[in-house]
């Protein structure tokens, strides 16, 4: 069975032999000259000011979490777009219309709780 | 209307009403909770309870003694399953009397815990009935994801926080090992239904290394869930954060709910693996034992007490597990035995997590009676005269403390009894024996709580306050302790039946 996976195995070998050889290269034969600029954190080119470990408010995490709720609803429907058609055809439509009411329903219900709760208002 | 379930469903309403229920009310009690804002929350509770009967309801209606496979073969409800069903609504019906009344003492958890709970037992009845690895994780996550909130949902209490934050920490690293054995067992297998798993492991050798290795990582998985040693240092610490009426469902729903799965796979895998098993499952449950008795020894807090005798009870109840596998089965010439030894095996597991759920439930409940203002009743010093301030609440504890030892006439006697008659059936008489030292053993921490609540004169700031709803709920279990260590036969002669349809 694993003399199947040797392609696999080999591409990782070498792929890992030509960058460790050539970072090894170019650790050994580069010049180094640092600086304080040079060393200081890389942010698009522009001078860092204070460190990144900051704390911050914690309603983006929310915004975060909803935009995962609701990105996820909709990639979820994008493949029962595709199907839905085909099961029309074989008279399946109501069913496949009651489950994806079934999921919204779901995440409606979530929401309305949230909303409700109060954790949409931003104070 | 009916066109909305494709036939194939509507064929199977019957017996997937019961998850249907639990899931909808689950919804329900969420959104009554929001729309209808009141400062009382027992409109919450009285549904909660509601849910749960009715989805009983739906369990008796579908009947008994069949095999339903459902959803296109995802769970696959059998008497097994119906018998766990049955045991993670009782737990959760208890545990919601027990929360009721802690809210009304001051207790902070928010009304996000009966949804929560609905969400844990609908887990629990997936895994319980799962026929495939894919209902298997989405059931053991479900069921997981809502027991971290409601060991962490004591708001504002820093212990709560840490339990719920330790446990979510481990059982995700824990999750990780199971997904892991499961891909290498989809790997080996080519499918994740259980009957794919079966036909590959009777095809032939192939790549048995590959499903020993696939099993070794679900164990890690599963182990975690039951509290196995070595899997098992986050118990005392969220046993001893979580508020007493969730301790009280970890440790008997959870515990089922880990023993259902464990049990199930363990059976699958069995008749071809069970040499690579056996000695690694035989070793951990004499470890589990020895530590969970050991450790528990030397607590000061009851809860962290129970924490680690729980683990210790995960030790006899792997001793069964290792009966049901013991080599006796693999033995052609000894298939009858196998049989009988098996049947014995599983029937002592069943009515060993029923006995267990009882006794545990009872001395929770008590403990979250004893509890005010979010402060649990905790250290064991304080229960001195008990038993002339609160004489029934003593005697409950009593009780349950009396069973947990395995003391005659309570459950947990004849539990024990059955479970070690199985082993020596089995001719696993070394293994018997270790049990019985350490059962030996637990009965010094055990029998201290009753040295204390009876003997010891009341102190100032001993524990005198008892909510009445909590220790009458928990006098009804202490009931049934003594109701079943007399008369066993008829639950475990159920028992008996149940594992009668289960091919070995």
């Known amino acids: ?123 | 209307m009916n066109g909305f379930l494709a036939p194939a469903i509507g064929d199977q309403l019957d017996a997937l009403l019961p998850f249907l229920i639990v899931a909808g009310g689950g919804l329900l009690v969420m959104l009554v909770d929001a729309l209808f804002r009141t400062k009382r929350k027992d409109h919450l509770s009285l549904l909660t309870l509601i849910v749960l009967l009715l989805s009983v309801l739906a369990q008796l209606r579908s009947g008994f003694g069949d095999e339903r496979v459902l959803l296109s073969g995802m769970l696959t409800v059998t008497d097994f399953s119906r018998f766990f069903d049955f045991l993670f609504v009782g737990c959760a019906v208890l545990t919601t009397v027990f929360a009721g009344s802690a809210f009304d003492r001051g207790g902070r958890q928010r009304p996000e815990f009966f949804p929560l709970l609905l969400f844990a037992v609908l887990g629990m009845m997936v895994l319980a009935s799962a026929s495939d690895l894919l209902s298997v994780f989405l059931g053991l996550e479900t069921m997981s994801l809502a027991v971290y909130v409601l060991a962490g949902g004591v708001r504002g209490d820093v212990r709560s926080s840490e339990a719920g934050f330790k446990y979510l920490l481990m059982g995700s690293f824990a999750s990780a090992f199971l997904l892991m054995g499961m891909a290498l067992l989809y790997g080996f297998a080519g499918g994740t239904a259980f009957s794919d798993i079966g036909r590959a492991l009777a095809a032939g050798p192939g790549e048995r290394g590959l499903a020993a290795l696939a099993g070794g990582l679900i164990l890690v998985g599963f182990g975690f869930k039951v509290a196995m040693v070595p899997f098992h240092m986050w118990t005392p610490d969220v046993y001893d954060g979580a508020p007493a009426y969730v301790t009280g469902f970890m440790a008997t729903a959870v515990k089922a709910a880990g023993f259902a799965i464990l049990t199930r796979f363990v059976l699958l895998m069995q008749p071809h693996l069970a040499f690579t098993w056996y000695p690694l499952l035989v070793g951990l449950a004499v470890v589990t034992m020895s530590v969970g008795n050991l450790v528990a020894l030397a607590q000061n807090g009851i809860k962290r007490m129970l924490a680690w005798s729980s683990i210790a009870h995960a030790g006899y109840l792997l001793l069964g597990v290792v009966t049901l596998i013991s080599p006796a089965h693999g033995n052609s010439g000894q298939m009858m035995l196998g049989r009988e030894v098996g049947e014995a095996a599983g029937s002592a597991l069943l009515f060993y997590l029923l006995g267990y759920s009882l006794m545990n439930l009872a001395a929770f409940g008590v403990i979250g009676a004893l509890s005010k203002g979010g402060r649990e009743a905790d250290e064991i010093e304080r229960y001195a005269g008990l038993s002339r301030r609160k004489p029934l609440a003593a005697a409950v504890l009593a009780i349950a403390m009396l069973s947990l030892a395995g003391i005659p006439p309570m459950v947990g006697f004849m539990s024990k009894f059955y479970l070690f008659s199985a082993v020596v059936r089995a001719g696993l008489v070394p293994l018997a024996i270790i049990g019985v030292i350490n059962s030996l053993l637990s009965v010094y921490y055990y029998l201290r709580i009753l040295v204390v609540m009876y003997m010891k004169k009341p102190e100032e700031g001993g524990y005198d306050d008892a909510d009445t709803v909590a220790v009458s709920a928990a006098a009804v279990l202490a009931g049934l302790i003594l109701l079943l260590g007399v008369m066993p036969e008829g639950v475990h002669r159920a028992a008996q039946e149940i594992f009668r349809q289960i091919t070995f």
């Open chain 1, 1 to 123: 069975m694993f003399a199947q996976y040797m392609p696999v195995l080999l591409v990782l070998a070498v792929a890992s032999a030509f960058a460790g050889l050539f970072l090894g290269l170019s650790y050994w034969l580069g010049p180094r000259r640092p600086s304080a600029l040079k060393d200081s954190t890389y942010e698009c080119g522009v001078p860092p000011r204070g460190t990144t470990q900051i704390r911050f408010f914690v309603r983006f995490f929310l915004v975060a979490i909803f935009f995962l709720l609701f990105d996820l609803e909709a990639v979820f429907l994008y493949p029962w777009v595709i199907q839905f058609k085909g099961m029309v055809a074989d008279g399946q439509g109501l069913f496949a219309l009651g489950e994806m009411g079934a999921f919204v329903l779901v995440l409606v219900v979530g929401f309305v709780y949230i909303w409700r709760k109060g954790g949409l208002e931003w104070q």
